[in-house]
């Protein structure tokens, strides 16, 4: 149970003690409950998270332990303790390394990003990136990938980060323009902040009385605004959150993200650190008391609390003990009115602070003029959304799947451009046809890019999404021609280069794809993306050899490219090296979690190992997150392969539900000849036929049934029309000739 209150020493050490007691004796669990719990009760203290990491390194619980030593860091940046234990943990695997300096990444943009810092706090990570082509300076920030993060990790990141972006832009706050999803984690991409924050600032020490309360001020505007506008609570304020742009401005940062990286209304972690969720809300010193306490419902006058902590470390660059505040402040050598104002913030009970922040800044205007001896700076005025920014909203929605929401914040862009904005007024047209064809109306969608190609035919990427839109549609002998008509206008545009030789392949013009291939490569000669559809291009003309060295060269320069993962696996599996397929899946799986159609591949590969139970559970995974033919005909397949044909029969025939597609009938006629109703069988392979003529081995399928129910001549045909459809089916001929042998001898059927 979680302790409450304070931090009550002799509990707190009483608590220690009995999980270093229970560590000696070998009882591992009821040590981490122990230090779990002395750790909630002072999550301030960085040998109370030692102490659980300690726990869990002796209990396998790799991930947990470097997840509570990293809580440790988080407190003592020298910790000496932790970093030990850091250091005995096995290495962690490359796959989930987070992005490093000098990488160049592929954007959900059609574009790329090239990293030149990160910054790890708590379990986000920002990195400082410059859009290429732009070079426009930006920050993206997303989960720490060393960590595993659910499923529910990410739909969380996800929900929160609509709440920012909703926020119309104020100078106060740093505008999230977009979210997209970099090698398998959901981005969210923000303006830079070029002056740092506030607690680099103090580095230097407290700032002068004027100069905080200038900060103060600022902060005010920027938290009534996002309160006004959409009722945020914050809760986690605290100077690394305080931002600073060039002139000084202070712009505030990751709002209601802290809901995802665990300073929430409880413990939120990543789900590889279950049990080790020891930080109750925010960052201690900066705590309301409410905070403290589980559950406990928290509204705008918890984060004045931390404003005044933080307006009492800008002035002293101290801050005070957690829940101690209010003591602190009284001792603390500052202008009765700074004192006074201070004081009133950080009261323990919230009744007793001031309602919200504009009350804050008007008693902070009048404390302002009464020790500087001027009038305070006027508030900064939120400016509204300009037409730009209607197209990175509408970007960001459809990146989330709000394909309706994507569409109206492009129409709401294009009522608000002027004429004299043609490049605007095309980007508006592009992603409103983008959010079209995501919402699968086609038709409009390509009224949108004909639109924007008409202001700007010769912008590439408009060729490149209205040919993706036609090959979505189908339409896929217009898509062609219209990459090539894209190609008219931009020669040397490798991505149109590459969508043309997807495109061949795709048509079975293997030659030609790969002699495009090859001048894409040319002209992108660091496109991971070029590597890799020459790789599935060997692989689908049976070169798997070349595959194979073509999704490792992939992984090389792009270590999280989950589609090269992929590759690897279902070239692996196609070669009969299963347990490497698996592993690779595996690793796919690590990036991309969601990706449905890779666990089917797994569960398939864990079917022929004789994994049972694993590929069950792997098809279940994929089911719960879509409904798929593939994944329940699989599951039907391993029910048949451990002699469980009437649950096969279920799965098949629910895939049949799902599309009628002759693969799903052909599945259903195998589980009933497993059950012997030859008769029904034969009426599936029937209407798989008829669904799709050209498959040799329902032919043989049919035939096998037809010669149990007593028709050979019929049979007969079957295996002819699957020698004529695929002339190597040894099954067919074999069953043909053993036919013939029967028939020729007078056996009996």
């Known amino acids: 149970m979680v302790a409450t209150g304070g931090e009550g020493g002799t509990h707190y050490e009483r608590l220690r003690r009995a999980g270093h007691e229970a560590l000696a004796t070998g009882n591992v669990e009821q040590a981490a409950e122990a230090f779990g719990q002395a750790a909630r009760l002072a999550p301030w203290r960085p040998e109370a ?82 859009e290429e082509g732009s070079g426009q300076l930006r920050a993206l920030k997303t989960f720490d990938a060393r960590l595993l993060w659910s499923d529910e990790d990410r739909r969380r990141f996800e929900r929160e980060a609509v709440t920012w972006l909703m926020l119309d832009p104020h100078p106060n706050i740093v505008t999230a323009r977009w979210l997209e999803y970099i090698e398998g984690f959901p981005c969210l991409v923000m303006d830079f902040a ?53 002139d000084g401005m202070l712009m505030i940062t990751d709002f209601g993200l802290a809901r995802v990286f665990g300073h929430a209304d409880g413990p939120t972690v990543p789900t590889a650190a279950a049990g080790a969720d020891t930080t109750i ?15 406990a419902r928290l509204d705008t006058r918890t984060d004045v609390h931390a404003f005044g902590v933080l307006l009492l470390c800008l002035l002293t660059a101290t801050t005070p003990p957690p829940k101690r505040a209010a003591e602190y402040v009284e001792e603390c050598a500052l202008p009765g009115p700074l004192r006074e104002l201070i004081g009133g913030c950080v009261q323990p009970d919230p009744g007793d602070r001031p309602a919200g922040f504009a009350e804050v ?61 043609p490049e605007v007024e095309s980007q508006l047209w592009h992603v409103l046809g983008l959010a079209q064809t995501d ?30 839109a036609l090959h979505r549609a189908g339409r896929t002998e217009e898509a062609l021609r219209c990459y090539e008509s894209g190609l008219a206008h931009a020669p040397k545009d490798g991505h149109l280069w590459l969508a043309r030789g997807r495109l061949l392949r795709v048509f079975g013009r293997y030659d030609e794809a790969e002699r495009v291939l090859r001048r894409a490569a040319r002209l992108l000669p660091a496109d991971a993306e070029v590597v890799y559809e020459q790789a599935v291009l060997w692989y689908t003309i049976g070169a798997h050899r070349e595959a194979l060295d073509g999704a490792r060269a992939v992984l090389r320069v792009s270590p999280r490219h989950t589609a090269a993962w992929v590759l690897r696996g279902d070239v692996l599996f196609t070669l009969g ?29 864990l079917g022929e190992l004789g994994r049972h139970d694993e590929a069950m559970a792997c098809f279940d995974r994929s089911l719960r997150i879509e409904e798929t033919g593939a994944a329940w005909n699989g599951k039907g397949l391993t029910y048949s392969g451990i002699g469980r044909p009437a649950e096969a029969l279920a799965c098949h025939d629910r895939a049949i539900e799902l599309a009628h597609t002759g693969e799903n009938w052909n599945h259903r006629g195998v589980a009933l000849c497993e059950l012997g109703r030859f008769d029904e069988a034969l009426a599936c392979f029937t209407r798989s036929l008829q669904l799709g003529p050209g498959q040799a081995f329902v032919w043989r399928n049919k035939g096998l ?10 049979a007969l045909a079957c295996y002819e029309t699957a020698l004529r459809l695929e002339p190597q089916d040894a099954g067919a001929r074999e069953a043909k000739e053993h036919l013939q042998r029967r028939l020729s001898g007078g056996q009996p059927q």
């Open 49 to 130: 998270h030692c102490d659980l990491g300690l726990a869990f390194r002796a209990g396998g619980r790799f991930e947990a332990a470097r997840f509570a030593y990293r809580g440790a860091l988080e407190i003592d940046r020298v910790n000496s303790t932790a970093l030990a234990g850091l250091e005995a943990l096995p290495p962690e695997p490359p796959g989930r390394a987070n992005f490093r300096a000098g990488q160049r990444l592929r954007g959900g943009r059609d574009g790329h990003w090239l990293v030149h810092g990160v910054k790890q706090g708590g379990f986000g990570v920002v990195y400082a990136v410059t």
């Open 194 to 246: 070029e002056g740092g924050d506030l607690g680099t600032l103090l580095e230097g020490g407290p700032l002068e009385p004027h100069l905080a309360m200038q900060l103060g001020l600022q902060f005010c505007d920027g938290m009534r605004h996002a309160h006004d506008q959409l009722g945020l609570v914050h809760r986690d304020i605290k100077p690394a959150n305080c931002l600073l742009s060039r």
């Open 439 to 468: 919402r699968g109306t086609h038709a409009d969608a390509m009224v949108s890019f004909d639109r924007a190609l008409r202001l700007d035919p010769a912008e590439p990427r408009l060729w490149l999404s209205r040919g993706a």
């Open 281 to 295: 809300v925010g960052t201690p010193s900066y705590m309301a008391p409410e905070q403290f306490r589980p559950g």
């Open 577 to 605: 090296d299963l347990v490497e397929a698996v592993a690779a899946y595996d690793r796919a799986l690590e990036i991309e979690p969601l990706r449905h159609l890779v666990l089917v591949s797994k569960a398939r590969a």
């Open 361 to 421: 800044r008007a008693w902070l205007q009048d404390v302002y003029r009464s020790v500087v001896g001027m009038p305070a700076p006027p508030p900064a005025r939120a400016s509204g959304p300009v037409p730009q920014d209607w197209v990175d909203k509408s970007l960001g929605f459809r990146h989330l799947g709000r394909f309706d929401d994507a569409v109206a914040c492009a129409v709401r862009g294009l009522r608000a451009v002027p004429g004299d904005r």
């Open 705 to 714: 049934v037809l010669t149990r129910l007593g028709s050979p001549g019929a």
